[in-house]
């Protein structure tokens, strides 16, 4: 449950927050949004001071229905945001989300710490081979189809755990051929499944511990809460704190998040909760 981080070991024997940071207005969260240099560092200033561990940065949105963009500018995008938060915060964990192994390429060199691809390797066969040479933690995840596509069809012949679980099988083992020592599980919460097929996703997320890779939950916000209370992603919050509760009793070590300080609260009474019942 230790990864490296270029260096820098995180320990997620303690669940851990990674905060979002998008470089793009078509992310379906608009408070997640920024657009110049200012708006970046306020953002990621407020994530670090409400207890985030990783900021996560994104230059194309991964939203149901939204399209690809060109490859340099996604690269654009996120050099210009590693260029500032390395100068502002030399030590911080950065996290890309990018599917693409050309992005990856480009922005080693301005110092990410991590991959988080949505993916899992599926829409670009050379990232998980470059992610081995350049031995970065990667964020493995579920996904059917792609973003414009993946809410087209979301059935499963399977049980959709029993589903991942064959699907996470494979894609560890060429994980493991390429020479990726760390690997972070995600389950896709949103990407290609029903409403009905999140929430057993979250039951049986216990189940992926069999692998005995840290699992990370992104569900900040999403339609699986808020279709569910007949609210929208701006009125999520309280429902997203009640099933991160859930994520982390049922094994999750990292929560992907918009709202930094209700996410480390919620870590924070569970751990409290976890060392009180030893």
Known sequence: MTINCGGRLLDLNVPKVMSICNLTNDSFFKGSRVNDEKELINM???????????????????????????????????????????REYSDLIISIDTYRSKVVEQTVPFGINMVNDI????????LIPILGKINLPYILMHMKGDPETMQND??????????????????????????????IIDPGFGFGKSI????????????????????????????????????????ALNGTTALHMLALNN??????????KAAYQCIQLFSKYKLTNQ
Not at 119 to 126: A, H, I, P, R, T
Not at 167 to 183: E, H, P
């Open 44 to 86: 990621v200033e407020m994530h670090l001071e409400e207890g985030a561990d990783i900021i996560d940065i994104g230059g194309m949105s991964s939203r149901p229905g939204a399209k690809e963009i060109p490859v340099e500018e996604e690269i654009d995008k996120l050099v210009w945001a590693l260029k500032i938060l390395r």
């Open 119 to 126: 993916s899992g390797g599926e829409l670009d066969k050379n």
């Open 154 to 183: 979301t059935t499963y012949k399977k049980n959709v755990v029993l589903s991942e679980l064959d699907y996470f099988k494979q894609k560890l083992r060429d994980c493991i051929k390429s020479g990726i020592n760390d690997v």
């Open 196 to 235: 009905e097929d999140n929430y057993r996703l979250l039951h049986g997320l216990n189940s992926f511990r069999i692998f005995d890779c840290p699992i990370m939950v992104g569900i900040s916000r999403k339609s699986m809460i808020y279709k569910v209370l007949g609210t929208d992603s701006d009125d």
């Open 251 to 260: 094994g999750a070590k990292l929560l992907r998040v918009h709202d930094t």
